[in-house]
């Protein structure tokens, strides 16, 4: 693991302390997709790290694959200053896009 990449304990021990910051716009996906914001913590403290992007600005990020609430596969994409993680944006994995696995993109055509 580089520098750059993010650990999922460290996002997982930021999330036990409650340091998450909620954008407007994840906060605007969530509702549109009718994802609650527990789901999300709980998509950080079950998931695990699927994708990295080390080069993201101002902090790298990654796509976590964990569960919501109720147990269903949740996507969640966020990044860390090392002291809060920052949520990005969170979905249910497409099938359209991810093999059923919900880890594997599938090649685009």
Known sequence: M????LSIENLQSL????SIIWSVH???RLQERGIFRK???????????I??????KPYPS???LGESDKGYPLHVVCSTDGETVK???AYYPNSEKF???NRTRKEKI
């Open 87 to 89: 949520t990005i944006t």
């Open 62 to 64: 990654c796509l976590i």
């Open 2 to 5: 580089s520098n750059k990449e």
């Open 99 to 101: 093999l059923s696995d």
């Open 15 to 18: 999330c036990k302390n409650k």
């Open 26 to 28: 994840i906060l605007r």
């Open 39 to 49: 789901d999300v913590v709980n998509a950080i403290l079950t998931g695990e790290i």
């Open 51 to 56: 994708e990295q992007y080390p080069d993201d």
